[in-house]
């Protein structure tokens, strides 16, 4: 479920208005540091996971074609 939390929080950052990790660990049960933790690996290896439309799709600045 941390990984599902993770992955949530990510997707929620390209929104215009994200919600805090506060409010999705409060909503989740996670602890907020526990889903940035998996965030930021999520984060470091997101241009090897995602496609490059994906990223762009989803705002993220390693996204090159």
């Known amino acids: ?5 993770s992955v949530l ?6 929104i215009k208005s994200p ?5 999705v660990s409060d909503k989740i049960g996670i602890s907020s540091g526990t889903i ?3 965030y930021k690996n999520i ?3 997101e241009d090897r ?3 490059p439309i994906l990223l ?3 705002g993220r600045k ?4």
């Open 1 to 5: 479920i941390t990984i599902a939390a």
């Open 43 to 45: 984060v470091e290896y």
């Open 36 to 38: 940035l933790k998996c």
């Open 49 to 51: 996971i995602l496609t």
């Open 56 to 58: 762009r799709k989803l």
């Open 62 to 65: 390693k996204a090159t074609i």
């Open 19 to 23: 919600p805090s990790v506060d409010f």
């Open 9 to 14: 929080y990510y997707i929620l950052q390209s």
